[in-house]
């Protein structure tokens, strides 16, 4: 029996998704997308509503052009941020209000083209001021386009020096870039609430940890998962796409709610079954332990799901 092969057929055999998205409402022109309403032309965005043209966005509302926000709502042009709330052109800020045009700020509220502050307020090109005069540098400044405030931007950011990396409360042991709330993590980019977890991407929830998960890109709740892409909700999974959903399961695609499936693409609520097709619980632990047997003699397990399906 050649598993991998009859694999591939399986899913050949089946018309494919020309678009992912679960659990959601009125989702035009978007794809990987996990309880979203109201989404147009995003992708890869979890728990959000009432956004267009952005991507990689988590728990967040009403956003327009931006990406890898967390926790944000009412934001335009910001990337790499969380927890913000009416602001604009804004990068790696945290916990900041009513800000425009900021980098590297936490905590700050009615700042305009700030770098750098922590827990401060009305302040401009980062000098403080009264309430009523910022609130007039403001008005003033606003009316210039954004592009030309972005100029004025650039030589003045230069002149303060900025980390080579993001991390934010991170533990010990951490290799990696943007990782949000992590502890021992090797190689991991742009994640948040993951601990014991190695070359993953994208792999970010603001309540559920991910754990002891590698070679893992997009999703959120993983738990003790290998090779997997657009996996949500798994826990012992390995070499699976697009799932929702699933315990100990093997080389999947496209199935949501399985438990103890393995080689199977389509399937829903779905238990003991080996390339869809359905066996009892004693069938199903001897045929999985004599497959993975022969794809280990012939040193075929393992191999990576984007492989065999190539």
């Not at 022109?29 to 979203?36: D, E, P, T």
């Not at 995003?42 to 966005?57: G, K, N």
């Not at 042991?173 to 709330?181: A, L, N, P, R």
């Not at 619980?281 to 065999?308: T, W």
């Amino acid at each position: 029996m050649n598993f991998h092969q009859e694999f591939k057929n399986l899913v050949l055999s089946k018309p494919n998704n020309a678009l992912v998205t679960r659990s959601c409402q009125h989702t035009a022109f978007s794809n990987y997308l996990y309880r979203c309403k109201n989404i147009y032309l995003s992708h890869f965005c979890i728990d959000v509503e009432d956004s267009f043209y952005s991507d990689h966005l988590a728990k967040s509302r009403d956003c327009v052009d931006c990406n890898y926000l967390t926790s944000c709502e009412l934001c335009y042009e910001c990337q790499d941020c969380t927890n913000l709330y009416n602001c604009s052109f804004m990068q790696d800020c945290h916990k900041c209000s009513n800000s425009d045009f900021c980098l590297d700020c936490n905590d700050c509220k009615d700042c305009f083209a700030c770098f750098g502050l922590r827990r401060q307020q009305y302040r401009v090109f980062n000098k403080q001021y009264s309430e009523p005069e910022y609130r007039a540098k403001v008005a003033q400044l606003m009316k210039n386009p954004p592009l030309k405030i972005l100029e004025i931007l650039h030589p003045e950011f230069a002149k303060y020096p900025r980390s080579n990396l993001h991390l934010l409360k991170t533990g010990s042991k951490i290799v990696g870039d943007y990782i949000y709330y992590g502890n021992h993590c090797y190689l991991c980019f742009d994640a948040q609430n993951i601990e014991a977890c190695s070359y993953v991407c994208d792999v970010r929830d603001p309540e559920r940890v991910s754990a002891n998960s590698f070679d893992c890109d997009f999703g959120f709740d993983l738990n003790d998962c290998y090779d997997c892409m657009d996996v949500n909700k798994c826990q012992n999974c390995s070499f699976m796409a697009h799932c929702l959903d699933c315990l100990d399961c093997e080389y999947m695609l496209n199935c949501a709610n399985c438990r103890n499936c393995a080689g199977c693409a389509y399937l829903e609520n779905k238990e003991y079954c080996i390339l869809n097709r359905q066996f009892t619980r004693d069938e199903y632990s001897a045929a999985v332990k004599k497959i993975k047997e022969e794809m280990k003699a012939s040193k075929a397990y393992g191999k990576p799901l984007a492989d065999v399906l190539k």
